[in-house]
């Protein structure tokens, strides 16, 4: 049975899609847009300037209609040039089945991902109003590190219904209102939909941390989930500090070596440097560590000298001379106890002649970001100038070994104890692109640790909370009496996007499956989400397969979209200023 409460926004089936019938808001707008938008003419881009909005002759001011002036870009008219919708990339990446995007920068380096900050990223948005979704969903990006693709879909879903409503004769600030309420309501609710039992965690437990990243992780390789929960969660928890809180997500390193399977991931509590060592010492255990920011090799004088030499003696002492300060640098470094030496720069041939005597370990380390990793996972301090090493300056390390793993040799720093603040994923896989992809889901693995630490709570996955916020906020915007409540029903219409693309991406029919979802949230069935193989009309994907949202991260993108939404509806005009650069004089 049907019930009122079942019906979707406007009173409406939803597999009906409100086609065939008009919607009650269009009836009560009716007379009021006949004087809004009298003799007004929708917004329309010129043909001559495919760049952006209408312009005028004069200048770069942009010149708009009467009513036009309050109309919005649509998600639709965001974008100029070949990539028509930002939204759109977007739109077909969540969830298992979603399609890989072929993307190609304007270096030419090419990008085969689903990851929607990588997409968006490497995007060149020339429309300054999709530029703001593009900074919203860089903004979700460094809070959380995951959820950037519902910022950037459910953001462009939200300004194509703010168009329908303002083509209906609604003022753009009634719009923002009813958005802006729609949110408050969203975000106490979300409290109300956390999964039972999913407010304590055991931080340091790895099983449990797994469980909770499988939801993240599985969105991103599918088949792959539990593999990868169980690789991030070691390695995170390997480096997590005495405070939770103060988690370094830095301190989570990716190796990517090309061979082997995805089987092969390990994790290394330290450092994986993908080179080979300088000098013939290849193994060093429980040694002490000296860190070079500068080449240890014979320094060059700043001013240029000239040096007389009369004969072959004179030439044989000035060579000896040389030689003699390089060991006693040598000798002072091995006196002090390291027997690894590590160069930010290069190794001179002498340098390494007496290295090898006295039987070092050399590393040359060419990235300074490395080097500061290095530093950190040793707790060396890197010396900027050659000379002999203070006790306290010194790192320790309980094993260095030169690997070679799938024909790459590698240096694998190890810390045996909890001294390690860095722990490093080594990745195994067929191609550059496939480790690239698999590495970008453990950093959103990583970025989810991360969130867990400051709040363990799960929502229900699948677009189940979506479809339970859409189906509230519908009976919520019909009980209000002002012009906003049917910005609350477009909002309530905005959230479907979530199951429908994940029905549409899996095959499914949309429509059915959003039908079937509104039933069964409205006969109490909170958890009913999209179940994408097809086999059930909805599934508890909380219970039945321990995959559930983080809570931060569907908190901070439905609240970074609807602020950039609102953002692009209170402007009402666009003034470009002239390209730099001085006009042509008169010929």
Known sequence: KITRTSLGPNGTVPHDDGRGQISPEKQTVANRRSTLCENS?????????????????????????????????????????????????????????????????????????????????????????????????????????????????????????????????????????????????????????????????????????????????????????????????????????????????????????????????????????????????????????????????????????????????????????EEKKMEEYVKMIADSGAKVVVSGQSFGEMAMHFIERYGLMAIKMPSKFELRRFCRATNAVGIIKLGRPAADELGYVSSIDVKEIGGTKCVVVQQNDATSRVATVVLRGSTENVMDDIERAVDDGVNAFKALTKDSRTLPAGGATEIELAHRLAAFGRKQTGLDQYAIEKFARALEVVPRTLAENAGLNATDVVYNLYAAHAAGNMNAGVDVSGKMPWCDLATDENIADVFLVKWWALKLAVEAVTTVLRVDQIIMAKQAGGGKGEE
Not at 277 to 286: F, L, R, S
Request: glycine share 8%; charged share 25%; with cysteine.
């Open 41 to 321: 003419k929708p917004f329309q881009f010129c043909h001559e300037h495919t760049a952006g909005p209408p312009v005028s002759k004069v200048g770069r001011r942009v010149c708009l209609p009467d009513v036009a002036r309050f109309h919005p870009p649509s998600s639709i008219q965001l974008v100029s040039g070949s990539i028509p919708d930002p939204t759109h990339p977007g739109k077909t990446s969540p969830h298992i089945t979603g399609m890989n995007k072929m993307v190609i920068n304007h270096l030419d380096r090419l990008f085969v991902t689903s990851d929607a900050a990588v997409i968006v990223r490497e995007l060149e948005v020339a429309h300054p109003a999709a530029k703001l979704l593009v900074m919203a969903a860089q903004a979700q990006e460094q809070e959380i590190g995951d959820g950037t693709n519902l910022v950037v879909t459910f953001g462009g879903e939200l300004l194509g219904n703010a168009e329908d409503l303002i083509r209906d004769g609604l003022h753009p600030s009634e719009i923002i209102e009813g958005y802006e309420k729609a949110l408050g309501k969203v975000l106490e609710w979300l409290d109300e939909l956390v999964v039972p039992g999913s407010e304590t965690l055991d931080i340091k437990d790895k099983l449990a941390v797994a469980k909770r990243l499988k939801g993240t992780l599985s969105s991103k390789q599918f088949g792959y989930e539990e593999m990868l929960a169980k690789t991030c969660a070691e390695a995170c928890i390997d480096v997590l500090p005495k405070n939770p809180v103060n988690f370094n997500v830095d301190n989570v390193r990716v190796s990517k070596i090309v061979g082997s399977t995805m089987h092969e991931n390990t994790v290394v509590q330290g450092m994986v440097i993908r080179r080979d060592c300088e000098g013939t010492v290849k193994n060093v255990q429980d040694a002490k560590v000296a860190v070079f920011g500068c080449a240890v090799d014979t320094s060059a004088t700043e001013t240029k000298g000239t040096v007389l030499i009369t004969s072959a003696k004179d030439l044989e002492k000035y060579s000896l001379g």
